[in-house]
C-alpha cells in the first residue's frame, strides 16, 4: 500500500473517532449514563430501531459473512445472515417477559423468577460474550491498516479502542444510541457503494451470484441449521442487544426489534455477496474476504471498505462499553447490594477502561474471528427454554438443569472433545450441529425435569381410595 493511501487511512481514522468524540453528548445523570434517557423521556422508536441495526453488525460480522460467502457461495451468506432472526426473537420474548413478569431487565427477570445463583451464572456468561465483542472488532478494523500481528495493525485497533473508549465515557448508553445513528446513515451509504461499485467491477465469471454454492449439508446448510436452533438463546446472552428492549414501550419495541431485524438480515446477505463473489471469481481470500475483493480494485476501494468497517466495529464497540459498564458497575452488585447512583456511574467508567484494556489481548494473540460467534452460541443453549418457556419452570432447579448442561456441551466442542457419532452430517459444522441439536434437547428435557418431579410427587402423596362393594 502506498504511502498517500496508507495515511488516507490514518486520516479516515483520526477524523472519525474526533468527530464522534466531539459530538457525542454527555451524559448528566445515571440514568442518561445506563439507560440513555434524557429527562426522564424514553428512547424514541425510530432511534432504538437504528440502534439495534447498527449494534449488531458488527464489524467481525460482515467479515465472517462475506468469508462464508466467499467458501460456500450464497449459501454462506445466509446461513450467516440466519443469526439476525435473533433480533425479532428476542423482541417478541422480552415483550413476553416484560407483559407476563414485570420484568425490568434480564438479570432482574432471572434473580425473580430462578434466584440469585442463576442471575449470577447468566452474569458471568454474558461477560464472556462482551469481552469476545472487544477484540474480534477491533481486530477487523486493524486488518485494513496491516497484517495480523504487525505494528501498524495493532496501532489501528488500540487507536480505534481508544477514540470509542473516549466518547463511551463521556455519553454511556446515551452516547452509543446517538452515535448508532450517526453510524447507521454512514453504515447504509457505505455498503449502497460497496454494492454498486464493487461487485459490478469484479464480475467476470457467467454464474450468477445468487446460484453460487450447493444447498447441502456439507455446502453450508449445516451452519444455517446452527442458526436456525441458535436464534431462540442466543440472542439473550448479548445485553448489547437485550438491554434496549427495555428501553422504550413494548409495543415500539417489538416493532423496533422486527424492522431492525429483517433489516440486519439483508444488509449481512448483501454484504456476503462480496464474498460469493470471491467464491465465482475464484479470489483467494486468505481469511478476509471483503479486504481481498477490495484489493484487487486499488487502494481506494479498499479504503471504502476500512470506512464501512469502522463504522460497524464502531457502534458494536461502544454499545459493547455500555453493557460492560451496566453489567458489572450496576447489575451484578445489585445482587448483594444496591449501590448510590453516582458511585455506579464511576464504576461503571472503571469497568470501560479496564476492558478497553484487557480485550485486546486476544486480539493481539491473533484469535480467529468466527469462534466469537460459534462457541459462545453453543455455550448458552440452555437459555432457550429458561426465557421462552419460563412460565413452566418450578424454579430455580429449572435454570441449572437447562443452562450447565448447554455450557458442557458448548466447551466440549471447543476443546474437540465431543464424539464423533453427534455430528449430523460430513460438512465442515457437522459436529457443531449435532452438539446444538442434541445439546438443545438435553437441555429442555433437563428443564422440565423438576416439573415432571413435581407432578410425580404430588401424585404419589395422594392418599388412596378404596372402593367398598356391597
Not at 461487485?199 to 451452519?223: F, I, K, M, R
Not at 436452533?229 to 413494548?250: A, I, K, M
Not at 470506512?307 to 458489572?328: K, N, Q, R, Y
Not at 424454579?395 to 464423533?420: I, K, N, Q, T, V
Request: proline residues 4%; charged residues 10%.
Amino acid at each position: 500500500m502506498s504511502t498517500v493511501f496508507l495515511m488516507a487511512f490514518w486520516g479516515f481514522l483520526c477524523v472519525y473517532g474526533v468527530l464522534l468524540v466531539w459530538l457525542t453528548p454527555r451524559a448528566s445523570s445515571a440514568e442518561g449514563f445506563f439507560n440513555g434517557m434524557v429527562n426522564g423521556r424514553a428512547v424514541s422508536m425510530p432511534m432504538l430501531t437504528l440502534s439495534v441495526f447498527i449494534s449488531w453488525i458488527f464489524a467481525k460480522s460482515i467479515t465472517n459473512a462475506a468469508n462464508l460467502g466467499a467458501s460456500y457461495g450464497l449459501v454462506g451468506g445466509l446461513a450467516y445472515a440466519t443469526w439476525w432472526l435473533s433480533i425479532p426473537v428476542a423482541g417478541v420474548v422480552i415483550l413476553y417477559l416484560r407483559r407476563r413478569f414485570a420484568a425490568t431487565g434480564l438479570v432482574a427477570f432471572l434473580m425473580q423468577r430462578y434466584g440469585r445463583a442463576a442471575a449470577l451464572a447468566f452474569s458471568l456468561a454474558i461477560l464472556v460474550r462482551l469481552y469476545n465483542e472487544i477484540w474480534s472488532n477491533t481486530a477487523v478494523v486493524g486488518g485494513y491498516f496491516g497484517a495480523p500481528g504487525s505494528t501498524s495493525f495493532i496501532a489501528a485497533a488500540l487507536a480505534f479502542t481508544g477514540f470509542t473508549l473516549v466518547y463511551s465515557l463521556k455519553g454511556g448508553m446515551r452516547g452509543s444510541l446517538f452515535t448508532d445513528a450517526i453510524q447507521s446513515a454512514l453504515f447504509v451509504v457505505l455498503l449502497g457503494l460497496v454494492m454498486f461499485w464493487v461487485l459490478p467491477q469484479t464480475s467476470t465469471n457467467e454464474t450468477p451470484l445468487l446460484h453460487a454454492g450447493e444447498w447441502t449439508l456439507a455446502g453450508g446448510v449445516d451452519l444455517m441449521l446452527v442458526a436456525m436452533l441458535q436464534v431462540f438463546s442466543y440472542p439473550f446472552h448479548d445485553p448489547v442487544l437485550t438491554d434496549r428492549g427495555f428501553l422504550n414501550r413494548e409495543r415500539d419495541m417489538l416493532r423496533a426489534f422486527i424492522i431492525a431485524g429483517v433489516a440486519g438480515f439483508l444488509a449481512i446477505a448483501l454484504f456476503s455477496l462480496v464474498g460469493v463473489q470471491a467464491y465465482v471469481e475464484g479470489i483467494e481470500t486468505h481469511g478476509n474476504a471483503p479486504a481481498a475483493v477490495a484489493a484487487l480494485l486499488g487502494s481506494g476501494t479498499l479504503l471504502l471498505m476500512s470506512m464501512l468497517m469502522i463504522a460497524a466495529a464502531g457502534s458494536t464497540l461502544d454499545s459493547t462499553f455500555a453493557s460492560l459498564s451496566a453489567s458489572l458497575a450496576r447489575d451484578i452488585p445489585a445482587l448483594a447490594e444496591r449501590l448510590p447512583s453516582a458511585r455506579q456511574w464511576r464504576n461503571g467508567a472503571i469497568v470501560m477502561v479496564v476492558f478497553a484494556v484487557l480485550g485486546n489481548l486476544p486480539m493481539l494473540a491473533g484469535t480467529d474471528i468466527l469462534k466469537a460467534t460459534t462457541i459462545s452460541g453453543t455455550m448458552v443453549m440452555g437459555l432457550a427454554p429458561v426465557f421462552i418457556l419460563a412460565r413452566y419452570s418450578p424454579g430455580a432447579a429449572s435454570f441449572h438443569l437447562a443452562f450447565w448442561p448447554g455450557m458442557a456441551f458448548g466447551l466440549l466442542h471447543a476443546f474437540a472433545a465431543l464424539p464423533e457419532w453427534m455430528a449430523i452430517g460430513e460438512g465442515k459444522y457437522a459436529l457443531l450441529l449435532g452438539a446444538n441439536a442434541w445439546g438443545l434437547l438435553v437441555c429442555c428435557v433437563g428443564f422440565f425435569l423438576p416439573k415432571l418431579w413435581q407432578t410425580g410427587s404430588a401424585q404419589a402423596s395422594l392418599p388412596a381410595v378404596t372402593v367398598r362393594q356391597e
